[in-house]
T-cell receptor
Framework: NAGVTQTPKFQVLKTGQSMTLQCAQDMNHEYMSWYRQDPGMGLRLIHYSVGAGITDQGEVPNGYNVSRSTTEDFPLRLLSAAPSQTSVYFC??????????FGPGTRLTVL | QQQVKQSPQSLIVQKGGISIINCAYENTAFDYFPWYQQFPGKGPALLIAIRPDVSEKKEGRFTISFNKSAKQFSLHIMDSQPGDSATYFCAAKGNTGFQKLVFGTGTRLLVSP
């Protein structure tokens, strides 16, 4: 059981570039989420999904897109990267039992 | 508007001492209150959680105290060890389906040897 996996671990982008952060889970969890972590601000919810084909916005969705075509995968797309998107991104999954399991994170720098 | 306020921002405790981190919430619909532990370069991991039907929950050296009327909850780490040095986040969420988990801003704990 790998749990929640994220790729890449590190990424450097130039302003305006696009990229996709990958997230996968092998626990057959219904719910998946993306958070960003910034110093002094805790973790903030970007987007989440309650099942395949169903997504919704979190607290800070602007500049990010998501889709959920399978139960296992929940990629996060940055369409046109901005320096304000420099952050550490965490994917999480959970069942209805509340506990969210987090991946190891992707550290993104936008120049 | 921050719905979960956490303090202190950082904490230094001597080995063997008690570490105490406090959180306060505003939304009375919250009914699940987890604490997450995060080591540098890692994702947060669930440490302990409580529901408001009890005032205290203990797991090993970690205890959550919950005060529903004051809308406050706290994490106590007894006999703190250098290996407990990490960032701790409190969080809260509602009670049905997928309710968004709202995090505090985190407390960086350093336990000195």
């Amino acid at each position: 059981n790998a749990g929640v996996t994220q790729t890449p671990k590190f990424q450097v982008l130039k302003t305006g570039q696009s990229m996709t952060l990958q997230c996968a889970q092998d626990m057959n969890h219904e719910y998946m989420s993306w958070y960003r972590q910034d110093p002094g601000m805790g973790l903030r919810l970007i987007h989440y999904s309650v099942g395949a084909g169903i997504t919704d916005q979190g607290e800070v969705p602007n500049g990010y897109n998501v889709s959920r075509s399978t139960t296992e995968d929940f990629p996060l797309r940055l369409l046109s990267a901005a320096p304000s998107q420099t952050s550490v991104y965490f994917c999480a999954s959970s069942s209805a039992a509340d506990t969210q399991y987090f991946g190891p994170g992707t550290r993104l720098t936008v120049l | 508007q921050q719905q979960v306020k956490q303090s202190p921002q950082s904490l230094i405790v001597q080995k063997g001492g008690i570490s105490i981190i406090n959180c306060a919430y505003e939304n009375t619909a919250f009914d699940y209150f987890p604490w997450y532990q995060q080591f540098p370069g890692k994702g947060p991991a669930l440490l302990i959680a409580i529901r408001p039907d009890v005032s205290e929950k203990k797991e090993g050296r970690f205890t959550i105290s919950f005060n529903k009327s004051a809308k406050q909850f706290s994490l106590h780490i007894m006999d703190s060890q250098p290996g407990d040095s990490a960032t701790y986040f409190c969080a809260a969420k509602g009670n049905t389906g997928f309710q968004k988990l709202v995090f505090g801003t985190g407390t960086r704990l350093l336990v000195s040897p």
